[in-house]
């Protein structure tokens, strides 16, 4: 996971945060209407296509389910990195994590790492979690209990908030999937990188179509502002996941990501058929 440390390393900011939950305007033309009730982000089959799409980026694979056991620590001052969506032990997300798998399964194989988890959030530190944890994530992994509880911490602090917020802002299935992607980079608070920065950055210059503006102008702006955000930090400054991806969708005006999809990520290339 490449969040800001400061965006999520609280247990409040793992809550929807103001910019993410506050009531829009709704569409009141048909035209914007039609745009918000059509198939989302949410649609089981576009949903997929949104998990290939992170993980080619954060994983170099389209196999999203693949990375339930992925764990390790990336030098990038966040600890370690794991699981389907990169939570990390330095970023709250992680301790979130093993106490919602532990409410739904206690003793399990993770259970007793609770207490170092809560020390080092915050921190790139592995005090208490070596030299057993990454052995122990993995078996974890195999645990269905364990697997659902990856998604269910993925879908309430990233992909409703951000699907959510999107359809909001009157936003198709590619602003959906944009504000999605940002949110698992950059996380949400109150940082000038975070998501809702993010978002403000943008409307400064441009309208969404909830508010009459218009859908490629808006889009093109957040993802300007992302583009900027990602240059904060050294471990996002390469930018091709929006450059040479959801840009490329955008230019193709391909506002629903219908398949087949073609992108390119950190170089490497991938397709949806």
Known sequence: MTRTLAAVCTACLLM???GVTAQASMPDTPQQSAAVAAVGLDDP???EIAMKIVSSAENSSLDWRAQFKYIEDIDDGRGYTGGIIGFCSGTHDMLELVREYTKRKPGNVLAKY???LERVDGSDSHEGLDPNYTK???TAAKDKVFQDAQEFERDRVYFNPAVNRAKQDGLRTLGQFAYYDAIVMHGDGGDATSFSSIRKRALAKAKPPAQGGDETAYLNAFLDARVWAMKQEEAHSDTSRVDTAQRVFL???????NTPLSWKVYGDSFSIK
């Open 16 to 18: 929807p945060a103001a």
């Open 45 to 47: 089959a576009k949903k």
């Open 114 to 116: 609770l207490p170092a």
């Open 136 to 138: 122990d994530w993995k």
């Open 251 to 257: 230019k193709n005006k391909n506002f629903d990501l």
